[in-house]
């Protein structure tokens, strides 16, 4: 290299490791609030490893000081080794991004130079060669969303004229072969060393019988023997051929302003494998002709020698070339929603890969269901639901949450029952989202109209729009769970969805037997002559009337054994999914369990009832099969037409005659 | 000992430990040009696990500089001049490098070893899990949609509290199983502990791309 132009320096590149900015959140969170104040931090880099990539300043989840009550206002620069060594900086965190944006980086970027100038001058520097190296890093971390702005900046004092470059080239080709060897030698041990691995700077001794020697630069005086070559050697994180990396730039402003050396001849100390490799290490020499005793411009005469007179500095990172800040999105590691959200997914997933291939993961979590009823049964109902990957959830209740509610129905507690109790629909809504942020639960309180039961002249129109508000909802949904307390408040549901051909799936509770259906297709849903299965009205003789009139308070409020609920509900879901996965769907026919009948019982999930009785005082279970019926009072074709002819002529079958 | 865990394909979280003593012995030793694995304690100083970072997979060219953090307004935002003098090496586009970070952790449920890797670019942020396949060997993509005993899946790193990719571990005895059952001199010398590991990352590591040379298995 012989022409004379000025050395070119390769700026440091940051690296910031995900570890960090969990650390920093919650430190933020946990520690300093909305305290703005600098906060000492530790960066750590290595000699470039790599012929192709440079080495970054990396920070880390140990950058940051501990959680705990030791106070240390000073950068407690933590444990280095030879792959970490420490270099200390600091970070000025915003709360806000136009603070961000507004913090004044000139001044910022002076103050931190000033601290490298200082240490310099007081000799600081000679002692802990690592403070040249001294960072700063401004941020804004947003909580909210998981992003983190953040821009870095290397205070490097800039030489006024700029150093020229004389001489640059591969260490190998610089040193003897025999010169070469010790140096490699040298330098091994001294990054083998505990002692030295950390040590970022340091003099390069080659005595005229080729021995070389590595030492501290304080030691500077004792390589001043004629006959040695001395080389300022220090860790350099680039990979380049033609440029040194950034962290000469202070030192060559240490050589100048302690030992007021016009020629520098420095090695770019890098390595491959874990040994010095001197092919990929330079060494140059470079000229520095600031001013050191003649005016300089501020006017003092001193120039570099004097203290008080801080060169300009540069530093601030680019970003692919811009002189913008940089951006990270952790939302997808620490956004505790998304975790949630993964978390669930993978636990499905698990079983389709493990034990159910056939699993479709994507026809549940796009179902929408719609329950009627949020008390034992609904409140159940919702949990298995959403532990099966559903997440659209709607709940009909008109009820509020009474005392006796939290003990049997899961979604509610104790807070749900003061103040007069808060609607069940409501709350049960709020439950959801508690348990799995992502549910998308709707509550309406609406209490389904009823045949038989009397309505006074004045709420007349409102029970009409319950009818219509029903059948609105019934339409936009696609499978409906019939789990209220009466048999006559199944009775309008069942007919609505029998209309629209909806998957229905009842369940209903004795004192110690329960009973859990899938009603059958609608009449008018194929053209076959096919016999459908029956809905829960099928079997019945009479139409539903009123049954709560006339009863004891126990039977008014159903009370069951408390495990009935539960397995009820459980079963209620199981079946649902059942008919997701299987092939005609609400068509199925009606299976029986323990049957011979092997065909259909290929099923992945098994066999597919239509209707399940269970005893608790048995503990037994038994499935059946019933098939529709022609003059049933909710599903029979004659009935939903009538039925349909009466809501479009504004009259509801349900006034009393 | 272990010989009856050993006929399950499993191992004891002590034997774990002396397997990964033995492993980084024999790593270091066969492989001392690549990057050494280290054992890293939890912070309860019981617990450990195996760990190699840093690893550099990847380096293709960049398409295009944009930003990495979607948001409106942000470059509309005038940010004042800064300094840059003469003596700052202007950057040409990077090549786009992916650094990998291999942990290997004894499961207790299980009571096997397994693999946990995360992915990150040069800036730190964590790569998508398709940019990690694109990474993966050709052979391993195909591994990985064929076989039922490697899935991939995301999950909270035991003792860092973050997602972490990871193989799962449910298959893991099984195919050890199978591997010491066909090399009965392993079952005889007794030696499976100490090799348990290094037979696992042989199956394992193929996954990521990680090739263990065969001369780790003839060490003893």
Redesign the interface.
Known sequence: MASESIVVFAQFQSAVDEGFWHRFSSLKLNKLGIDDSPIPITGFYAPCSHPQVSNHLTLLAESLPSESNEQSSTAATSGGNRNRCPVPGILYNTNTIESFHALDKKSLLKAEAKKIWDDIHTGKAVEDSAVLSRFLLISFADLKKWTFHYWFAFPALVLDPPATLVDLRRASQYFSLEEAKSVSAACNEWRNSSLTADVPFFLVCVDPNSLATVKHIKDWETCQSDGNKLLFGFYDPCHLPNNPGWPLRNFLALISVRWNLKSVRFLCYRENRGFADLGLSLVGEALITVPQGRAAKTGNGLGWRDHQCLPNAVGWEQNKGRQVSRCISLAKSMDPTRLAISAADLNLKLMRWRALPSLNLNALSSMKCLLLGAGTLGCQVARMLMAWGVRKITLVDNGRVAMSNPLRQSLYTLDDCLNGGEYKATAAVKSLGRIFPAVDAEGVVMAIPMPGHPVPSQEEDNVLEDCRRLHDLVDSHDAVFLLTDTRESRWLPTLLCANTNKITITAALGFDSFLVMRHGAGPFSSNDERQRLGCYFCSDVVAPIDSTANRTLDQQCTVTRPGLAPIASALAVELLVGILHHPQGIFADGELANSSNSGSCEQPLGVLPHQIRGSLSQFSQMTLVGQSSNSCTACSSTNIRKEEWNLSSKQSIILPI | MGTKEEAQGTLSSTDFGVSASAFILNWNTVC????PWTWVLSHHQVEGYLSLENI?LS?TQEEH?E?????PG?HS?Q???????????????P?K?HYYDLHIIYCNSYRVPVLYF?A?D?????LEFDEIENDLPAYSKKALSDS?WT?I????HPY????WYKL?P?GTSEWMKLLFHADDALAKTGVAIELYLVAWLSVVGHVVGLRIPFEMMKQL
């Not at chain 2, 899946?153 to 909270?156: A, D, R, S």
């Not at chain 2, 860092?160 to 997602?163: A, E, F, G, S």
């Open positions: 001392s040009s690549f990057p550099l380096s500089g930003l990495s953090c979607p948001g942000k935002h940010e004042d001049p800064i300094d840059v003098d003469d003596a700052t090496l202007v950057h040409t586009n090549c490098v995360r990150y040069s800036d730190g942020e964590p039922k899935f899946t995301q999950e909270e860092l509290n973050r997602p799962h449910c």
